[in-house]
């Protein structure tokens, strides 16, 4: 796959057209997957990031070693990235009365649900490392029930699974029992709101193919 310069000076993939695939002979091992991936199926061309929006993408690679290609994919048009940003670094990092860890079990959770390949790698790597508990991150991956969950958790990630399966089914009695594990109505809200976004992230995710970095796989293992 040839290389382009990303907007931190360094090699980032070419959003050409992807090569044909090579058509597997019989008893051949199937390709590698780990090949740096496009950040998604479409070709759009890469706007011009505003100094603030270059800041954040550097200080990404200083930080993880590489840009999130969901924010490559949202460098099409840099207003749709600084508000993306902007929403996703509220909703996840600024305080809240749930802690960065509950936040990405929600995150993991509703794309388990929706099946979404991008934030269940992405995603299920932050669980990985902010439990410090692989086998944690794998269940919430495959099947949050099969985890030996606390109280709260449960009633937190059931409550984000209902949102995302039958939100118009959501009543008085879901938000109790929130409140009898422990959340307050404010939490109640943050709840929500880390679920709603990932439905929406999942589904746009889905719709352009974008694919995770593979330093996701290998972290916290």
């Given amino acids: 796959m040839s290389v382009s310069k990303s907007r931190t000076g360094k090699a980032g993939p070419d959003r050409s057209a992807p090569a044909k695939a090579k058509k597997p002979e019989a ?11 496009k950040p998604m199926a479409l070709n759009l061309p890469a706007a011009k990031l ?28 840099n207003a749709k990235l600084e508000a993306f940003a902007a929403f996703y670094n509220d909703l996840m990092l600024a305080p809240s009365g749930l802690s960065k860890l ?3 079990m929600i995150a993991v959770a509703v794309s388990a649900e929706n099946r979404c390949f991008y934030c269940l790698v992405a995603h299920g790597a932050a669980v990985r490392q902010l439990s410090g508990d692989p086998v944690l991150g794998e269940m ?8 030996h969950l606390s109280r709260r958790h449960r009633a937190m990630l059931d409550f984000a699974v209902k949102m995302t399966r039958e939100s118009y089914a959501i009543e008085e009695a879901d938000r109790e029992a929130l409140r009898k594990a422990g959340f307050s109505d404010r939490d109640i809200w943050d709840v929500a709101a880390v679920a709603s976004f990932y439905n929406m ?5 889905s719709a352009v193919d974008m694919r995770p970095n593979v330093q996701y796989h290998a972290q916290a293992r």
């Avoid at 200080?59 to 070693?65: E, M, N, S, Y």
């Avoid at 992230?201 to 995710?205: G, T, V």
């Fill in 201 to 205: 992230s999942n589904r746009m995710a």
């Fill in 27 to 37: 008893g051949e091992k199937p390709a590698r997957q780990d090949a740096a991936p």
């Fill in 50 to 77: 505003s100094e603030a929006m270059q800041t954040y993408f550097a200080k990404c690679d200083d930080k993880i070693g590489f840009v999130p290609n969901v924010l490559e994919a949202y460098a099409i048009d």
């Fill in 140 to 147: 919430i991956v495959m099947n949050y029930r099969a985890a």
């Fill in 102 to 104: 509950e936040r990405e």
